[in-house]
């Protein structure tokens, strides 16, 4: 979903299957709804746009070399497919997304109750100076344990473990 240049018949194929498992979810009555990718739908704001974002993370030096940077509108969907994807997310009540790539943790919430859950790598762990201070994840590496409870209350959590 992150760039479908060249390749719409692929988008559209992989649109279809991803409303066809969220309806299978939904008519075997799924406490839960849970979509795993490697790109974050958004980081901040459901209805955040690329180019509005003014947020960045220096890249590693030992890397990159010094002064080499990432915008964090690099590391989110588009906003005219990720509407259109939460759209579906919303309509099959998906209770959370969980993603990677930002290379940092950070949970946001849409506004229809989902929660956007990124959580850093094992490796290189970068600190971007757009995130709200009201977000306050951990800014290291480490695993996400997630539990899901079923039953007449159901409900989900997660833990980030720093390791």
Do not use: C
């Not at 992989?14 to 795993?36: D, S």
């Not at 971007?128 to 959590?157: A, C, D, Y």
């Amino acid at each position: 979903f992150n760039d479908s240049t060249g390749a719409q018949g692929y988008y559209d194929e992989q649109f279809a299957w991803l409303e066809e498992r969220l309806q299978y979810a939904t008519q075997n009555e799924a406490e839960h709804i849970f979509v795993f990718g490697h790109h974050p739908w958004f980081l901040f704001d459901e209805t955040e746009a690329r180019e509005d974002m003014k947020g960045y993370s220096m890249l590693p030096e030992e890397i990159f070399g010094p002064g080499v940077k990432t915008d964090d509108g690099y590391f989110v969907i588009s906003k005219e497919v990720r509407l259109k994807v939460l759209a579906l997310f919303e309509k099959y009540k998906v209770s959370a997304a969980f993603a990677g790539h930002f290379h940092q943790n950070m949970v946001s919430s849409t506004t229809f109750g989902m929660q956007m859950i990124v959580t850093s790598s094992l490796s290189v762990v970068l600190q971007s100076n757009g995130v709200p201070k009201e977000l306050k994840e951990p800014k290291t590496r480490g695993l996400r344990i997630v539990s899901v409870k079923g039953g007449s209350n159901p409900s989900f959590g997660h833990e980030f473990i720093t390791i």
